[in-house]
Structures are given as structure tokens and as C-alpha cells.
């Protein structure tokens, strides 16, 4: 399926810019605006800011791991369960074999373990999600539909359904660290993340097979792209992200619990959609993906201010801004398509 | 013509087959699967599930996937359990199922807007719709827990008869509301086998250009369909509380996933055209034997989850397998023409 | 009754600025199966649509049985009884045979419920008109190419179709097929029907249309009876160029074998196959649909795995388990369907040329390395002469023929050995079917081994310096194309003499 969008691709040193980005941007900047003026001692203080950039991060890697997924023509619905299966895995370990009273610097091997155990975990999850998309054939949303229930399934049966909260203190103090008491660590491991997917998927050979892959999987395989190959790693990639954010969601509630996040799925669907993602495959940029996460956050943020108005009408925001968007994009498409059939020939 | 072959090439007998073979499971670990009281309780608890299944099959075998049906059914529950306590209604059941439907009909016809009209892609359209829809029962409504109008308890509290548990000495009522379910049943079987509208929605479902040079009304059958759903969605809500006898806005979200793996573990394609009924409600019942009966195998509650995602890939796993078999069929089959 | 069926003049169509259409006519008398051919941009996808009532023209005249219009609709066009094949049959795969057929009937008398026993009675009746057997309730997608058109077919007959226009329906039916389909047209004829045939194969315009129209750059260039048309006037007239018959003699470089074949056999594709190829040769597979020829090149790229027997490259064996080993090897393959198979239409040109060969264009950690990729593409747009004005542009706004060039220039970047092409210039313009064929003896004088598959005969004999004929998974026979006919290679593949 051809995306119409792409119709108006521009010449760029090597490579296509996403026509999405300047849209986004205007958007961006009218959010900001708005919350600016409506409540100037609150918006665009260094107090909300540090709030923000606390609270996006760990839904802001899902959603760089769900475009991951789309882009090669799929989706990764069962980013939350990875996220709280790998945390859970952590803190079981943590709870079981961080003796009472240690001293800190007696915590920080255990630490690593954990954190590496977690992202091993991610990995696994991705790979049995890619399995099952790439050899078995399986659709990609009834695959991590199924995945998504298992790792959540097998998060709860671990845990018995309760929250696992008795981490050793400095797994927390270190993930709520703020460098100059203003930048959490979070915010910087979602900038290393995104810098590092956008450099790869715009600059790297496996982003270039990535993209073509999601556009057209048959003559990937003619082009000898090892589709297969691309479908397992992206998926692990995902998966591997997603063990991030869970860790940095424990972090944040100094516990684990199988639950968490889970209205983040549909969240993250809608970010990456809204930041230029093709759900048909083949198109899209963090760039574009990154601003609707700042969008997503600053509108959430806005409306916090409000005591007045619930937070559910982000939803309702998030959901119509999302079908203005649509709509917007189509009619535009409908508008190109007319002035390509007039110029076109026999 | 039936030939074996054909049915071997379907996905029905499979659902039966482990329907069949997990009933006698449990039956023999615990002795009281086959009893009538746990039949009805299986029943019962399968009502709001299948009639989702239905609207949800529905939409699947046009091309599209809808997850919004759950928020449309809540929120259209919602607003007719206020509006009907507000005024104090004591009056018959039927005027809540009009009015919940009547809202479920508006909601429908966003989506039916949005997806038949402008032909925007159906998963990101209804996960807009279903934010909305939600945001506004949370937000705009400040929905929270209450109870329902008493002509509503009354319905629920309408039962068909009573099945009793010889060796446990519990019982379990069969719902009236078991016919709304069946009347569902009978009303959309018409309609699909029956009608043009029904057939049509197949087209599309198998080529949607070619269904538009055909001459079908694709804008008007798609909008039809999801304000259909939005109806259906609308009465579900109505029995769901009716049942329980308490209206709980997030009772019933989050059950999508759960309600699009059984219309696809009963056969039908994800990609549309194709899929029937009897997969679906088998489809369902499986899930719910999943849900409901796995501790009479002594495979505790929290693990059930687990168990209920291995079905869905081993079932989604099975199809794939089935459609990929076809599909060399067929290669072979055109090599022979030379 | 009028002595035509069908009369078109002074058809003008423009879009935006663009001539589609200057003045053209066309004529079918009642009755006449009539060949309208042309290349692609010659205009005779929008004299098809203006007929059917799509497209609105500017100015011009359409006579139907003696009617006339300045214009018509879709609607009243069928009602006419003008019913126009396209290429994709727009039949329904997931419903019965059954259905396909009756739901139109059913939809043009606005009926809203569905009575079965009527369906069928309308499908068989339907199906007996050409005298088509076939199971009413199959799912039409476990049918064959040719089954679906026939029901295409069938479906039009059912809306009294007077003239049925087919857009070039032989080109995925198999050489019976398409016998099937002549006898099936023969039959419409001796009902009354006129059929407006659209095709740019000069064999079908000889065997089966008596009148022909052939349209270039949206003018009239010829027409009249095919009684008196030979194939060098005819590709005149559809490119304006006169062309030379070319045949290759290759000069086979060095003695040992590129690529050496023995004994490959794959379970209901082919077997025992074997054969050797020299650098400096072109070796022509021809067959029909469904002799292996396929399965036998999606072997030796890698696509599919043989059951047994032995392929060495350069005299060594290789095991080409996937795509990516045979490249390694230095295979290449430019697949028969260029859309799904060879291109990533909204993609760019220059990724759709570099794809293949981005390990060389990239630095490390796998970065691309830009300039790097854009002399790639530069060099390759120039040696190919691909008309583009961009290659950033997508690949989809090229014509068939450029799209072909950029398919083998993205084989070409890479370091080749062997390179083979399925079906080369299927649907390509004729101007570029020979810049492809002057390539490809350009390619093999340098060394490069090829192997093109192909049934159209007459590329065959130009291309190759050695024929193989295959038939039902076998080869039959090796022939020296310049000792041969197209007639022999027709017989050889069919098995019938």
C-alpha cells in the first residue's frame, strides 16, 4: 500500500525528510503557547519542566520501540507486558539476594546484575515475539497480543499478583538521580535512546533495510534484505526497550508490579501514529515521534494545572487530536492525489 | 458440497476438537465440569463476551479491526444508568436498552464517519474513538461506580431456571438475558447469509475496489456496520450491569483483546472475507472455559492469564499455519496447468 | 441493426495541461473482434475509460448502434452493453464462484435480500453461455488465473454486454489458457458480440483479432486488417523507430563453466536438471507457465531449496541456502513481477537501486555512507540512461521500462558473476526492451554469464546463444537459436506438434 505522503518526499543530502515534521512542530509550539498563557506562574517553570522530563521517558522508549516495529510493517502490542515481567525479574532478584543492612557500595554489584538480568529478559521477550512473527508466520498484532497476555500472565503468576516493593534504597536514589539538581536520569537515557534509534534508522544500512522492509516484505526477500533476520532483531530491540522503561518505572514507584502502565499501549500506539509513523510500514522518524511525545507530555502537564478539569480529558484531547490529525492528513492526500491524476497520462 | 477435505481446511473442528478435549480434562480432574451448575455458570459468564464477538467478528470480516467497542458500550451504559437514576425511573427495562442504544448508534456513526466516508485506517481510527469515548466517561462525566435503576436489578434478578450442584449443593441461575444473546444469534446469522447488506459486507471484506465496481454501496454498508456495532455495543452494556447489578464504568474495559482473540481463534481472517458464527461463539466459549474453569484443574487464578496468552499464540499459530498451507495448495495447483 | 457496433471520433482528452488524447477514432464493426494496441503513454488506457464512460472527453463523437453521445457515465455505458474486463477481474477470492456471479444481478435489480436457489440458477446459466465447467461453490481464491477470468467473462454476460472490451488478458494465462480463452472469444463472436481486444503481443493480434488500431503518443498512427500486417510494421508503427534483427553470437569466455549444474530436482517443480554456463554466454530458458522454468532460477538465487543434486559456482560446489548466500556468490535476479517482487514503489530510486549493496556502501557500525551511495546512483542512472529528473523521487513515478532499468542496476552495483532475469521486458515499452536486450549482449561480452527465462519467443531467439526448452519440470531439448523457428520452440514446450 502506498503511503501519499511520501509522494512529496524532498531532496536531502542522501536521505528522505519526513514531510510530517513541520506540522508537528507548529503543533508543538502552539501547545506550548497555549499552556504558556494560561498559566503563566506554572507552564515553562524549571519546576514543571523537571516534572515533565520525569514522567515522559518511560512511556516515551515504549513508544520509540512501538514505531520500531511499525516502520518494518508490524506491531509491538506487548511492550508493557516485557516492561513489567523484566521489572519484576529484577526485583525479585534484588528482594532475594540483596543481604539486609549492606552497605551501599556492597548494593551496587547486585545492582548490575539486576539491570542486567532485566534487559536479558527484554531480550528474550522481543525474540519470542519476533519467533513467532517471522518463522511461525504470525500476525503481528495477534502475536503480541498473545505475548502481551503471556509475559503479563507470567508476571502475575510470579508474583501473585502483588507488588514488589521491598528494592534496597539505592536502586531508587540512583534512578531518581537529577544531575544539576534539574535533569533527571531518565531524561538522559531517553535522549541517548532516541539519538541513537534516529541516527540508526536514518543514517545505519539495518534502518535503510528496516524501512524497506515494512514497505514491501516480498521484494525484500528478492532483494535478499534476510527478512527473517530484520523481524527478530527489531522485535528484540523492542523488547530491550521496553525493559528500560520498566526499570525506569520502577525506579519511579520503587516497585514492580505486573499492572503498571497499562494504559501506555494505546498511548504509545497513538504517539507514534500522530509523529508520522505509517501503521502500513515504510515510513516515519523518531524526530516526528519525539515531538508528539512532547506534545503528549505538555498537554498532559497543561491539563494537570487545571484542578478544575479531570485528567481523563486528556483522553479525550489525545483521542480527538488524534482523528483531527487523521482526517487532516487525508484530506491533504486527497488534494495531492487529484493534481497527480491530472497530470498523469493514459 | 462438503468434502472432507474442505472441512479438514477450516478452523472450526479444531476450537471443537479443544474445546472437547479441555472439557474432558477438567471433567476428570475435578469432577464438576459437566455439572449444571457449572454449565450455567459458563454460560453466564460467556453472554457480554459473545455479544461483543459478534460486533467484533463483524468488523474483522469487512478489513477493518474496531477495539472500540468496549468504551462505546461503557459509556453508552453509563450516561442511560445516570440519566435513568436522575429521573428516578422505575419503569421497564426496555426504555434503558433504547436509550443505550440509541447512544451506542451515535458513537457507531463516528466511527462508521471516520472509517466508511473518509476511509481512514480502521485500528487507529476506533483507538482514537475508544480514547475519547473513554476520556469522556472519566472526564467529562466524572464517572465512578453506582448503582443501577431498579427495573435494571429486577431484569437481572430474571432468571430462566436454576441449576443445582448435586455434590456441592450450589446453584447458578441461567440469565434471561441468555436471549438476547440468542435473539443477537438469530438476527445477525440473517443477516449475514441473507441479505445483501450482509454479503456485502464479505465483499468488502475479500476486495473492497472490486466490491465498489460492482456496484455495492461500500460508504453506506460500512456505515451501517459500525452503527450496527454501536447498537449491539450499547445493549451489551445494559446486560452487563444488569447481571451484576452494579454499574462499574471500567468493568468492561479492556476486554477487546481478549474478545478479538476468540473471533480469530474461531476462524476468522484478520485480513477480512471470511469467518462465521459458530467459529466465533466456539471461539468464545473456549476463552471463557480458559477463564473461568482452569482452577478445576487446580491451575490457580493468577496463572490463568498466562495460560490464556499460550492459547492465543498456539490458536494464532494454528491459522497462520492453515493459511500458509493454502497458499502452497494453490501454487501446486496452478503448476499443474500447463 | 448498425453496421458498427462501436464509433469513435475526433476523441480529444487532456489532464492538467497534458494531451492524453489528440483526435483519435476508432471503429468496430458489429460483430468484429477489433485489437487496439499501443504502448504505454500512447493513450489507449484513456480511449478505454472513455468509452466505458469514465473519463468525460473534451471533444470528440461516440457512436453506439447508431446512438450517439458526446459523452456518457459508467451506468449508461453498461447499459449499452459495454462491459469492460480489467486486468485484476475484480472478482471477490473470499466468496464462492456462485456468488461472484450472481451478486451483480442481484445488485443491479436492487434486491435486498439473497435467495440462493435463484443464484445458482443465474451462475449456471451464466457458465453454460461459454460453456465453462467449474465447481459453482468453489472460493473463487482457490481458483486459477484463467478460472477467474473466465468468470469475468461469464459475470459480463450476464449484464447483455454487446461489446466486451478486454485490457491485456493473456498476460498471466499459460499457452492452453490462452487457447482457451480464443475459443471462448470465437464463441462470443458467433453470438453477436463485438470484442475490443487491447494487447501489445503481435502474435495474438495475428491469431485471433481481424481488424487492428494502433495508437502512439495519443494519435491514430495505422489500422485496418491484420491479413496485411507483418511484425516489422508493427513495431514501427508502436514506437516510430525501425529496429534491426539482432542476434547475439556469443564468444564463449574461457573453458570452465561459471555455473555448472547436475542433477537438481525439487518435488513437483522440476528434476534432474542439468546443464552448464559459460562467462560470455546468454542461456534462454523458455517454457510455458508451469514448466518449473520459475522454480528452477528461484532455486539457483537461493528462494527456494532443491531436493537433491549439486550446483558449483567456478568449480566449486555452493550451497545457496537463502538469498543472501547467493549473492554472496555473485548471483543476481531480476524477478518476473517487477511490482511485488523487484521494487519498493514508494521508495526512492536511489534506494531501490543501492538495496542490494548496501554492505559496500556502508562504514562501520553499519553507518551509510552517503556520498558514497549517491555516486552509486549517479553512475548507475547514466549507464542505464534511467529517465528520471530525481532520484530522490519515488520509484513508482518511473515508467515500466526506466522501473525495470533500475531493478537491473541495483544487480549490476554489485559484483556479479551470474546474472539471471525472469521474464526481462514484461511490460515494458518496446523502446526499452531493446535498450535492455542491447544491455544484456553489452553485459555478456564483458563476461558476465546470464540467464534469461522468457516465453516470448521471438526475445528468446534474438537474446540467447543457446536455447533450453522446458517442459513439465524437465528439459526436453538444446537448441542452437540460429537454427531454429519460434514454431519448433512452440512445439517443444507444448509438447503438441
Known amino acids: 500500500m502506498t503511503n501519499p505522503r511520501s509522494a512529496a518526499t524532498i531532496r536531502a543530502a542522501g536521505h528522505t525528510r519526513d514531510p510530517n515534521i513541520p506540522r508537528l512542530l507548529v503543533m508543538l509550539v502552539f501547545v506550548f503557547a497555549l499552556m504558556t498563557l494560561l498559566r503563566p506562574n506554572q507552564f515553562a517553570t524549571m519546576a514543571d519542566f523537571n516534572s515533565m522530563m520525569r514522567q515522559f521517558p518511560e512511556y516515551g522508549i515504549m513508544a520509540i520501540g512501538i514505531s520500531l516495529t511499525m516502520i518494518t510493517g508490524g506491531i509491538d502490542l506487548g511492550v508493557v507486558g516485557t516492561a513489567n515481567l523484566s521489572a519484576i525479574v529484577a526485583a525479585k532478584f534484588l528482594i532475594g539476594s540483596v543481604p539486609q543492612g549492606a552497605l551501599p557500595a556492597q548494593v551496587v554489584p547486585y545492582l548490575i546484575i539486576a539491570v542486567l538480568l532485566s534487559l536479558s529478559v527484554g531480550l528474550a521477550c522481543g525474540a519470542i515475539a519476533g519467533t513467532l512473527i517471522s518463522r511461525f508466520s504470525i500476525p503481528a498484532i495477534l502475536a503480541t497480543l498473545g505475548t502481551q497476555q503471556l509475559f503479563t500472565g507470567i508476571a502475575i503468576g510470579i508474583t501473585n499478583g502483588r507488588p514488589q516493593s521491598r528494592l534496597p534504597l539505592l536502586y531508587s536514589r540512583i534512578g531518581n538521580l537529577e544531575l544539576f539538581k534539574f535533569v533527571p536520569i531518565s531524561f538522559i537515557i531517553f535522549s541517548v535512546v532516541a539519538v541513537g534509534v534516529g541516527l540508526m534508522l536514518s543514517r545505519a544500512r539495518f534502518g535503510t533495510h528496516m524501512y524497506m522492509m515494512g514497505t514491501n516484505a516480498r521484494a525484500a526477500r528478492y532483494a535478499g534484505l534476510g527478512n527473517n533476520s530484520i523481524i527478530l532483531r527489531t522485535y528484540m530491540l523492542s523488547g530491550l526497550l521496553s525493559s528500560v522503561a520498566g526499570l525506569i518505572m520502577m525506579a519511579r514507584a520503587n516497585s514492580a508490579k505486573a499492572d503498571y502502565g497499562a494504559p501506555y499501549t494505546l498511548q504509545c500506539v497513538l504517539i507514534a501514529v500522530l509523529g508520522g509513523i505509517d501503521p502500513n510500514g515504510g515510513f516515519g522518524t523518531i524526530t516526528g515521534v519525539t515531538i508528539a511525545i512532547l506534545i503528549l507530555q505538555f498537554l498532559s502537564s497543561g491539563l494537570n494545572m487545571f484542578n478544575n478539569i479531570s485528567n481523563f480529558y486528556r483522553d479525550v484531547i489525545w483521542g480527538g487530536v488524534l482523528i483531527l490529525v487523521l482526517v487532516f492528513n487525508k484530506l491533504l492526500s486527497w488534494r495531492a492525489e487529484r493534481r497527480a491524476v491530472r497530470k498523469s497520462v493514459a | ?338 | 441493426m448498425a453496421a458498427s457496433a462501436l464509433r469513435v471520433e475526433g476523441i480529444t482528452k487532456s489532464f492538467g495541461g497534458v494531451q492524453a488524447l489528440k483526435g483519435v477514432s476508432l471503429e468496430i464493426k458489429s460483430g468484429e473482434i477489433h485489437c487496439l494496441a499501443g504502448e504505454n503513454g500512447s493513450g489507449k488506457s484513456t480511449l478505454i475509460k472513455v468509452i466505458s464512460g469514465v473519463y468525460e472527453p473534451d471533444a470528440g463523437e461516440i457512436e453506439i448502434h447508431g446512438q450517439r453521445f458526446s459523452h456518457l457515465n459508467p451506468k449508461e455505458a453498461i447499459g449499452l452493453g459495454i462491459q469492460v474486463i480489467y486486468q485484476d477481474f475484480s472478482v471477490f477470492p473470499n466468496l464462492t464462484v456462485m456468488e461472484n456471479l450472481a451478486l451483480n444481478m442481484e445488485l443491479m435489480q436492487n434486491r435486498k435480500l439473497v435467495n440462493y436457489r435463484r443464484a445458482r440458477a443465474i451462475a449456471s446459466n451464466a457458465v453454460s453461455q461459454i460453456g465453462f465447467k467449474v465447481d459453482l461453490d468453489e472460493r473463487v481464491e482457490n481458483l486459477s488465473v484463467a478460472d477467474r477470468q473466465l468468470i469475468a467473462i461469464s459475470r459480463a454476460l450476464l449484464q447483455e454486454a454487446k461489446l466486451i472490451i478486454m485490457d491485456e488478458p493473456t498476460s498471466a494465462l499459460t499457452k492452453k489458457e490462452v487457447k482457451a480463452l480464443f475459443e471462448v472469444i470465437k464463441r462470443l463472436q458467433s453470438r453477436g458480440l463485438s470484442i475490443l481486444f487491447v494487447s501489445h503481443k503481435l502474435d495474438e493480434v495475428f491469431e485471433i483479432s481481424e481488424r487492428y488500431t494502433i495508437l502512439r503518443s495519443g494519435e491514430n498512427v495505422a489500422s485496418g486488417s491484420t491479413k496485411e500486417l507483418d511484425r516489422k510494421t508493427f513495431a514501427f508503427h508502436m514506437t516510430g523507430r525501425q529496429f534491426m534483427d539482432e542476434r547475439y553470437r556469443s564468444q564463449s569466455l574461457g573453458d570452465t563453466p561459471i555455473l555448472s549444474v547436475k542433477g537438481l530436482s525439487r518435488g513437483g517443480a522440476y528434476a534432474d536438471i542439468s546443464f552448464d554456463l559459460a562467462a560470455g554466454e546468454i542461456l534462454g530458458i523458455t517454457g510455458l507457465l508451469g514448466s518449473g522454468r520459475t522454480e528452477l532460477v528461484e532455486t539457483l538465487f537461493g528462494i527456494l531449496r532443491p531436493d537433491s543434486g549439486r550446483i558449483e559456482i567456478k568449480g566449486k560446489e555452493a550451497n545457496i541456502s537463502s538469498v543472501k548466500a547467493a549473492i554472496r556468490q555473485g548471483i543476481g535476479y531480476v524477478p518476473a513481477d517487477r511490482l511485488t517482487e523487484g521494487l519498493f514503489q514508494p521508495q526512492a530510486i536511489n534506494r531501490n537501486l543501492v538495496i542490494s549493496v548496501l554492505d559496500r556502501l556502508s562504514g562501520r557500525f553499519g553507518f551509510l555512507r552517503r556520498r558514497a551511495i549517491t555516486d552509486a546512483t549517479s553512475k548507475w542512472i547514466k549507464e542505464l540512461s534511467i529517465a528520471t529528473k530525481d532520484p530522490m523521487l519515488p520509484v513508482r513515478t518511473l515508467s515500466g521500462g526506466n522501473q525495470q532499468k533500475v531493478v537491473l542496476a541495483r544487480w549490476l552495483a554489485s559484483d556479479l558473476s551470474i546474472l539471471i532475469l525472469n521474464g526481462p521486458t514484461m511490460g515494458v515499452d518496446i523502446g526499452s526492451k531493446y535498450d535492455i536486450h542491447a544491455l544484456m549482449r553489452k553485459l555478456a561480452a564483458n563476461g558476465l554469464a546470464i540467464i534469461i527465462v522468457s516465453d516470448d519467443l521471438p526475445e528468446v531467439l534474438a537474446c540467447a546463444s543457446r536455447i533450453l526448452v522446458m517442459r513439465a519440470g524437465a528439459f526436453v531439448q538444446e537448441l542452437n537459436p540460429a537454427e531454429t523457428t519460434e514454431s519448433r520452440l512452440s512445439e517443444l514446450s507444448t509438447g503438441i506438434a
Not at chain 2, 78 to 94: C, E, I, K, Q
Open chain 2, 1 to 338: 458440497m462438503i468434502s472432507v477435505g474442505r472441512i479438514a481446511r477450516r478452523s472450526e473442528p479444531y476450537v471443537l476438537a479443544a474445546i472437547v478435549a479441555l472439557s474432558v480434562l477438567i471433567q476428570v480432574q475435578s469432577g464438576q465440569f459437566f455439572s449444571g451448575n457449572n454449565l450455567v455458570d459458563l454460560t453466564r459468564s460467556l453472554i457480554v463476551p459473545a455479544l461483543f464477538s459478534i460486533a467484533c467478528m463483524m468488523v474483522i470480516v469487512s478489513g477493518g479491526i474496531d477495539v472500540s467497542f468496549t468504551a462505546i458500550a461503557s459509556l453508552a451504559m453509563y450516561v442511560t444508568d445516570r440519566l435513568l437514576l436522575a429521573s428516578n425511573y422505575s419503569g421497564n427495562v426496555m426504555l434503558a436498552y433504547a436509550i443505550s442504544a440509541g447512544l451506542g448508534l451515535l458513537m457507531g456513526a463516528l466511527n462508521g464517519f471516520l472509517i466508511g466516508f473518509l476511509k481512514l485506517p480502521t485500528l487507529v481510527v476506533t483507538l482514537g474513538t475508544s480514547s475519547l469515548f473513554t476520556g469522556l466517561m472519566f472526564g467529562a462525566f466524572s464517572a465512578s461506580a453506582s448503582d443501577v435503576p431498579p427495573s435494571i436489578a429486577m431484569h437481572g434478578k430474571q432468571i430462566l431456571f436454576t441449576a443445582t450442584n448435586a455434590q456441592t449443593g450450589l446453584t447458578s441461575n441461567m440469565p434471561s438475558q441468555i436471549f438476547i444473546l440468542i435473539g443477537a444469534l438469530i438476527l445477525v446469522f440473517f443477516l449475514l447469509r441473507y441479505t445483501m447488506l450482509g454479503r456485502g459486507i464479505y465483499a468488502i471484506g475479500g476486495d473492497e475496489t472490486a466490491a465498489e465496481r460492482a456496484g455495492f454501496n461500500v460508504r453506506g454498508i460500512k456505515m451501517f456496520l459500525y452503527c450496527f456495532v454501536g447498537v449491539l455495543a450499547g445493549i451489551t452494556g445494559i446486560v452487563r450491569i444488569s447481571m451484576i447489578a452494579y454499574a462499574d464504568p471500567s468493568t468492561m474495559l479492556g476486554m477487546e483483546l481478549t474478545v478479538i482473540a476468540a473471533v480469530v481463534l474461531g476462524g476468522t481472517r484478520v485480513t477480512g472475507g471470511l469467518g462465521t458464527l459458530t467459529g466465533t461463539i466456539l471461539g468464545v466459549a473456549l476463552m471463557t472455559i480458559l477463564s473461568n474453569s482452569l482452577i478445576l484443574i487446580g491451575i490457580p487464578t493468577y496463572w490463568s492469564r498466562a495460560f490464556t496468552g499460550l492459547v492465543i499464540i498456539l490458536g494464532t499459530g494454528i491459522t497462520a499455519h492453515q493459511i500458509r498451507s493454502t497458499r502452497r495448495r494453490h501454487a501446486r495447483a496452478q503448476k499443474a496447468t500447463v
